[in-house]
């Protein structure tokens, strides 16, 4: 099969891409000093406004918790595509013979390791400042890693569909949080399933996840490079 | 009128051959038809006012505007059916650096070379081709000079080994060392089989370098325009 | 019985009203505007390109 | 007779300019006929529903309205794929008008639901599974349409929002599945809006409702592609001209 050598080196792109920017992450601290705190304080923010006294807080954990994810999630993803917009390197990525669905995947991937650490950090945080006793491990294990699929694959999507406009803060959002919708009321389902002990209702959620997630790396894959040529 | 005669063209076929090509700036045309034809191991300057179409020329050429109307083949490619072909043969020096501010040069050098599928070695030649090894290689290209910036655009293109270098202005913010870098590597690379196309405020420096000159002006080339007639610039 | 479905009845009326004048009158809004654009468009553009005319 | 009837129609040709043709204009009149019946039989001589009592006429421009959302959304769907695949534009304009159609029903069908939930539910909204995905399908279409809109060039802009618009149908899928799923799994009376077996006169106030309301959204989707059509036509028609004056700037200078 010819297909074989084109596989290779779209992965080999897409490694070459995601080290380029979880390297990046690593030396701008951009994460580490406004991504986190800021998801740690939307769950501050969010026992402000649920009195935690009254288990308001406790039943809400899990929508709070995927919440939280999406929108200091988006804060990743527009760092993301900022990054590729600077002087020139949109150009540059054009002009590099790198393949589109290579710079998809690797852009993915490094926002999913992002998400990922944001994940096991906003967990933390859950579980100290609500007081959340864990359990139904698989599943909550299961469901972080198909929905971190899903919203880094759909978010690097629309983020290059929103990249290089001037709009581009403003769309980004508009276009992702309806299509995230899914996820957000799969994933918050599926922990409750987990947290309440009744993980045979979650199993299903972990497998619409999926099919989003399968959906979006296909479209990603042949739909980067036409979006990739106007900027 | 005396378009190109078969006779006095190259045998080999010109590495850039444009006839009428017309290139959008959203509705602005800012080519509006023009002629051009290099060959091979030519080095040639491009001049003329600002707005002219110096920059969009050279972008076009590298394929990334699109040609909307005219002929226009770079490198045996026709950019009308895919200019993404083209892409990776050609080096473009464009105004911006082309590099992430956070990461070093060397890691800029290198990522843009294993983008570009050459040896990382090549990565490591050309910065220290262009005085960028040692202390300065560890550098965030944030906290470099203007000058320090374009000679790390310039070694990534360097290590890409393009087959066609798109210089726009390289002189630009380089002192008279980084100068003379520039023209020494333009003539190695000419001498080395590439083709090289630049743009330059530098006119005694450029003139000098340059096989051939090429004025532009309201989107065309000048110097075709007024001989070669307007039948086949349409 | 008769007199509870016929009270129940008037108080839908105004909901089935409002319903259906905001149907027709969306509908026919957004005709009108997209007939007045096309025919301040339609003024630019020479007959020829207007190819269903 | 009949030379009149030539004479007028040619002078409708070349006369009054408007997005109208013969074609369109048939289209409209039997498009009025069939509004003007769907008002006789749905508000008129069909009889209020044992269950829902007069509330059941809100359905027939309901559901019909509904239906032709998604139908919509389809049309966008099939537009961007066949523009993405064979660089159509003709499709790409499809895909808008479809769009900006599907939009306007979606708003219709979400107003016309609350309008009926209010007598039936005692309050406008209900998470009913069919209304949110409504609602949903109403931001994804907006979504599109503000990519669509972008103050961009046209190949910026159209391929965008063909991406955009081919994913809205796996979108809708996986959001009325989600949706869907959600509503069950929580045990709360799902009150499904076409439910009610519907018989006689009220089935055929629903079929002239589906008819007629087809009719307008058809003529509604030709007459805003040929207006996006013009848009087209008049963005590219200085160019040439901006040509010319692009290589005078050259001479002169």
Known sequence: ?231 | MEPDDPTFRSVTAPVVHLRGAVALLGRFPALAGVDLDVDRRRIVLLRGANGAGKTTLLRALAGLVPITSGEAIVLGVDLRVDRRAVRHRVGLLAHGTGLYDELTVADNVRFWTRAARADSADADAAMARLGLDGRLSDVAVGRLSTGQRRRTSLACLLARRPELWLLDEPHAGLDKEGRDIVDDLVRDAAAAGATIILSSHELDRSIELADEIVTLGGGVALDEFVSGGDDHAQ | MSGVLFAEATGTWPYVAAAWVVVFGSMGAYALVTVVRGRRLSKKVPPEKRRWS | MTTETVGSVEASDSGPTSTGSRTTMILGIITLISLGVLVLFGLILSPADANQGEAVRIMYVHVPSATLSYVGCFLTAIGSVVYLWRKSRWWELVAYAGAEVAALFTALTLATGMLWGRPTWGVFWVWDARLTSEAMLMLLLLGYLAVRRLAADYEVRAKRAAIVGLLLVPNVFIVRQSVQWWRTLHQTPTLSLSGAEIQGLMLFSLFTGFVSITLVFIWMVIHRFRVAWLEEQVDAEGLDTAIAERRAEGLVS
């Open chain 1, 1 to 231: 099969m010819n297909s074989c050598p084109a596989v290779t080196i779209m992965l080999s792109d897409a490694w070459l891409i995601a080290r380029k920017d979880l390297k990046l992450e690593i030396r701008s601290r951009v994460a580490l000093n406004q991504v986190i705190p800021f998801a740690l304080l939307v769950l501050v923010l969010f026992a402000f406004a649920l009195d935690p006294d009254r288990g308001l807080l406790e039943k809400a954990t899990p929508g709070l918790y995927w919440i939280a994810v999406l929108f200091s999630g988006l804060l990743a993803m527009q760092r993301s595509f900022a990054v590729e917009a600077a002087d020139g390197v949109t150009d540059a990525l054009r002009l590099s013979g790198l393949t589109p669905s290579g710079i998809y995947l690797g852009k993915t991937l490094s926002v999913a390791v992002q998400l990922l650490v944001l994940e096991v950090l906003l967990g933390v945080g859950v579980a100290v400042l609500y007081g959340t006793s864990i359990t139904g491990w698989l599943l909550l294990l299961a469901t972080i890693v198909v929905a971190t699929a899903a919203i880094s694959t759909a978010g690097t999507l629309f983020g290059v569909v929103a990249a290089g406009l001037r709009v581009r803060e403003t769309l980004l959002p508009l276009l992702l949080l309806p299509v995230l919708a899914p996820v957000l009321i799969g994933s918050t389902r599926a922990f409750e399933a987990a947290l309440s002990g009744t993980p045979s209702e979650g199993w299903p959620w972990v497998g619409l996840m999926s099919v989003f997630a399968a959906v979006y790396v296909v479209a990603g894959i042949f739909g980067f490079g036409p979006l990739m040529e106007e900027s």
